[in-house]
């Protein structure tokens, strides 16, 4: 009664890669055996000694449809998320209109999608001011949890909320059984002094102190209210001690960090290069260097994309102007290669890649995904951990080909991704239909309207 198998000498247990084979029926991963345990006659892809890992759970990626489709769709965004080994993403609450802040808008961005998924989609509520009533009906409707900002969004829609917000809201979501997942800055930026098309000027309108001061905040919230707190893309690595003290406090806190600050440094970004302005900004290759070491000690949960991508007009490329771009990297494709690339180089196997990026992120919402293991949705990546590749504008699947990664030379090349056991990406193209589901989780159990 199995459909299919996937056999190889390097296949991901949790208790490290071991020859073997991953045996699927129908949707879900049926037993992890030995290489000579494939029933007789089963369909069967032979890996030989490429590493076959869950497909990666992305729970942090701004698709922006409906209303800004023109900056990316959830047809290019899945579709590169399938070319880099993704199998889920959980898309953000802003910057589609309108913003999922009510069940309205919601079951709007539900309907608007239908049909265009290459990927499975869950997806965040938004928590702004005056929308505590929004916040159960959302639940209800299946959000995975709620996202807000401690400093302004960048979209007036998408208003920040202030301290007696979070001291009204966080009880409801602490009750709803759901995460508040926070971009951790605090105002007030600082006023831009210098050149805007060199990065030290953007960099220095947002010290590590506005995280600082902003993660402190959330620590005390977190103690007083005892709901579950995430800190979303921590990129100031001053903020790691608090975070650490708190979770030996026993406090439900959490925190990502993202493949762009543990790749880039502000010291290499050249002048007009603003595909690298994001919110909060990369910082020094020191700071990089200790986010890598609170990822490795646990500190750091883990590794998501902030895949926020935009116009190439918004991002001010003919003018080189960082204060005037859109802030946001477009990354979704390259987070495996990314992640991989600088974990290798620092002494991290593959299977740490795995457990940052698709093990902890689906145990995070609640997915039944991310490891292979009987039960689990078979979503399965091939991947050749070895090859070497210099990305170039031609392989880039978002809407648009502007992205701090051009030109990089990353390591980690996806021969196949399978979603719930079917093959959608081989060799560097689509394998299949569209096959991606609209997931929504209503009282712990996942649901869907396709």
């Given amino acids: 009664m199995i459909d299919r198998a996937i056999r190889g000498r390097r296949i991901l247990t949790q ?4 020859p073997g084979a991953v045996l699927i029926q ?14 007789a006659g089963t369909d069967t892809r032979e890996c030989g000694d490429l590493a076959v890992i869950p ?43 309108p913003v999922t802040t009510s069940r309205a808008a919601l079951e709007t961005k539900l309907a608007a999608i239908s049909g265009k998924l290459a990927v499975d989609a869950a997806f965040w509520g938004g928590l702004v001011p005056g929308n505590r009533a929004e916040l159960a009906p959302l639940a209800e409707a299946g959000v995975v949890g709620f996202k807000c900002f401690l400093t302004h969004s960048g979209l007036d829609e998408f208003p920040n909320v202030a301290r007696e917000d979070l001291d009204a ?20 930026c600082e006023v831009a002094v210098g050149d805007p098309g060199l990065y030290a000027t953007y960099l220095a309108t947002r010290p590590g102190e506005m995280e600082l001061r902003a ?18 893309h921590l990129s100031c690595a001053e903020a790691l001690l608090d975070i650490a003290r708190a979770k030996d406090e026993g406090l439900p806190l959490t925190a990502e960090t993202c493949p762009h600050y543990l790749t880039f440094a502000a010291e290499e970004i050249a002048a007009g290069a603003t595909p690298f302005k994001c919110a909060p900004p990369i910082r020094s290759a020191q700071n990089r260097e200790r986010l890598w ?26 003018s080189g102007d960082f204060m005037g771009a859109w802030g946001g990297v477009a990354g979704l494709q390259f987070v495996l290669p990314a992640l991989w690339s600088g974990a290798k180089r620092r002494g991290y196997g593959l299977e740490n890649v795995a457990r940052w990026s698709a093990e902890k992120t689906a145990a995070f919402v609640g997915l039944p995904k991310g490891r292979l293991e009987k039960g689990r949705d078979a979503d399965v990546v091939v991947l050749d951990e070895a090859e070497i590749f210099d990305v170039s504008p031609e392989e880039v699947r978002h809407r648009h080909r502007v992205t701090p990664y051009l030109g990089r030379r990353l390591q980690g090349v996806v021969a196949a991704c399978y979603l719930r056991g079917t093959l959608i990406e081989e060799n560097g193209r689509p394998a299949s239909a569209r096959r991606g589901r609209r997931l929504l989780k209503r009282s712990a159990s996942w649901t869907s309207p396709d």
């Fill in 55 to 97: 497909a990666l759970v992305d729970t942090h990626v701004h698709v922006n449809e409906p209303g800004h489709t023109e900056w990316e769709g959830f047809a290019t965004a899945t579709a590169a998320a399938a070319a880099g080994g993704i199998g889920t993403i959980v898309d953000m609450p802003l910057n589609c209109l």
């Fill in 169 to 188: 809201a966080m009880p409801v979501i602490r009750d709803l059984g759901l995460p508040l997942i926070v971009h951790a800055e605090l105002d007030p």
């Fill in 293 to 318: 070491e609170g990822l490795g000690r646990g500190v750091i949960d883990f590794v998501v994309s902030d895949h926020s991508p935009c116009t190439p007009e918004l991002k001010k490329l003919e």
């Fill in 215 to 232: 993660v402190r905040l959330l620590i005390e919230l977190c103690r007083k209210h005892r709901a579950r707190t995430h800190i979303v």
């Fill in 15 to 18: 208790d490290g890669f071991r």
């Fill in 26 to 39: 129908g949707e879900k991963i049926e037993a992890v055996v030995g290489p000579d345990e494939v029933p």
